[in-house]
């Protein structure tokens, strides 16, 4: 058994890897956890306050209380997410031991660090972490990120910019492929990304990692739509506590995610689920208030 | 008659690694498809159910009524093959279900063993070790993520391989199961293995 390993890159993708075509769901209380995992979450997101909340609330937004993340993992049997502040080291080495299954390193909480991420290769636990372009993806997935996710903007309801860095991810990758080989330094250094992830994407025509959708996702219709474009499965956080019937809305981004290309599917699934989340324009944020903007 | 028609091989596609699958099949001449509803299930000689999170699937085969229609499949002479979470939903007897279902978790029942989820503990203790496995004459580098186990196994069904004294490859007739990911490696020799099972008539 000496040849056993553990906490391996290989690992840490290919537990990403299975939540593909799946939803993860923000929850902030156990009973919560459990509506997520009866509705058919493939993993829970522990935080102290939704997006939304979170958002109108203010002030400093940090990890979560270790006592409630246990509550979480005892509650349910499906993995349980949770989230630190960008650069918060310490934080991410307590979810660790709690024993946490996934990290997001997210730009929802407030920043610990205002120039550099933690480096996840320091960790057995596997990361998630936030874009909205292909060179900070390329960052994070070089710092160690077994998954990737659009920033979309957390807590509006609106699916805007989530498309937007789903698109301009998508597309970059799609520019890379067309570029001839000599021509990809130059790429690696304008995009501000490691040369041997550049040469990756040219060859594969994808990130080395699953690509989630996250940010604004508030109708089952959102969730297809980010599957359309072309990603890999969704993460919903104030969507659906933040909406009339979370029980049926969460089994409906479920079912969308899976049906995503069944419009007969989708209609059905869409019908009488009560009022979503009311929902933000963004243009009306002023820039201190958008949380897609950090990260560096 | 046209027996150059390739066997058509299902991948249940509600959630998690189905897209390796059906890869790894049609890269070994097995025509592949994706089951998300009954209708997807037939003329199919076998199914892969892959891995994934194995609560999220069984909501998925409540909601869109699969269960009658893949146990019709079994029933038929098709092959059944599940991985990690698709071994879970085989199994007869499944330990470690969510709390909230009384601890009970829907299965098809076709594979007498009974599965231990989560086997190994949570995803800092999920490994990757190489496997020796029955019939196969090099190691087989096998990831377990979140794993179960076989912890019991019926008289009517082979281990082909264990690890740390439980089973985690196993067959019994013409339906396999198996721990680990074959799926998340480049070795094909499961898969083949697999193909091997379907029974000639169903596969036109």
Same mark, same amino acid.
């Given at each position: 058994m000496s040849e056993t390993t553990t906490g391996t890159p290989q690992l840490n993708r290919g537990f990403a890897q299975m939540f593909k075509g799946g939803v993860i769901m923000d929850v902030v209380t156990p009973e919560q956890a459990r509506i997520a995992e009866a509705a058919g979450a493939t993993a829970v997101m522990a935080l102290e306050r939704v997006p +939304?909340?979170?958002?109108?609330?203010g %002030? /400093?937004?940090? !990890?979560?209380?270790?006592? !409630?993340?246990?509550?979480?993992?005892?509650?349910? #049997?499906?993995?349980v997410m949770a989230? /630190?502040?960008? %650069?918060?080291? /310490?934080? +991410? =080495?307590?979810? =660790? +031991?709690? @024993?946490?299954?996934f990290i997001d390193?997210?730009? /929802? *909480? #407030?920043? +610990?660090?205002?120039?550099?991420?933690? *480096?996840k290769t320091d960790f057995r636990v596997p990361f998630v972490c936030g874009a909205k372009n292909l060179g900070e993806a390329l960052r994070r997935v070089g710092e160690g990120a077994s998954m990737i996710r659009t920033k979309g903007e957390a807590g509006t309801g609106n699916v805007v910019e989530a498309v937007r860095h789903a698109r301009t991810v998508l597309g970059e990758i799609r520019a890379?492929?067309?570029?001839p080989t000599e021509e990809l330094m130059t790429v690696a250094r304008d995009l501000q990304a490691p040369y041997e992830l550049v040469k990756y994407v040219h060859e594969h025509g994808r990130l080395p990692v699953v690509n989630f959708a996250a940010g604004g996702v508030a109708t089952p219709a959102d969730a297809a739509l980010m599957m359309v474009l @072309? *990603?890999? %499965?969704?993460?919903v956080g104030s969507g659906i506590f933040k909406s009339d019937n979370p029980e049926r809305r969460a089994q409906a981004i479920v079912k969308a995610v899976t049906h995503y290309q069944n419009p007969d599917v989708l209609a059905e699934i869409s019908e009488d689920l009560g009022a979503p989340m009311t929902g933000i324009n963004i243009d009306e944020l002023i820039p201190a208030e958008r949380l897609a903007s950090r990260g560096w | 008659m046209a027996g150059k028609a390739a066997p058509v091989v299902g991948v249940l596609a509600l959630q998690g690694a189905f897209r390796e699958h059906r890869q790894r099949l049609e890269s070994l001449g097995a025509a592949g498809r994706e089951v998300r509803l009954p209708a997807d299930v037939d003329g199919l000689a076998g199914l892969v159910l892959p891995g994934g999170e194995s609560t999220t699937m069984t909501r998925l085969l409540d909601s869109f009524d699969l269960w009658e229609p893949i146990a019709a499949l079994h029933a038929r002479g098709g092959a059944l093959w599940g991985t990690c979470a698709g071994a879970i939903l085989l199994a007869a007897d499944v330990l470690g279900a969510p709390p909230q279902d009384g601890g009970h978790q829907r299965s098809f029942g076709v594979l007498d063993v009974t599965v231990q989820r989560n086997a190994f503990g949570r995803q800092v203790d999920s490994f990757t070790t190489p496997l020796d496995v029955r019939g196969l004459d090099a190691p087989f580098e096998a990831v377990f993520i979140r794993a179960p186990t076989f912890v019991r196994v019926g008289s009517d069904v082979d281990v082909l391989a264990d690890y740390a004294g439980h089973a985690v490859l196993v067959r019994q007739g013409r339906v396999l199961a198996s721990a680990f990911h074959p799926e998340l490696t480049g070795d094909a020799r499961l898969h083949r293995a697999f193909l091997e099972m379907l029974v000639p008539e169903l596969t036109r």
């Open positions: +939304a909340d979170i958002r109108r609330d %002030g /400093v937004a940090r !990890m979560s209380d270790p006592k !409630m993340i246990k509550e979480i993992i005892a509650a349910v #049997t499906i993995p989230k /630190v502040r960008i %650069g918060h080291v /310490v934080e +991410a =080495q307590i979810l =660790q +031991a709690l @024993g946490v299954d390193e997210s730009e /929802v *909480l #407030t920043p +610990a660090d205002d120039q550099f991420h933690i *480096l890379i492929q067309s570029r @072309g *990603l890999d %499965g969704v993460f | -």
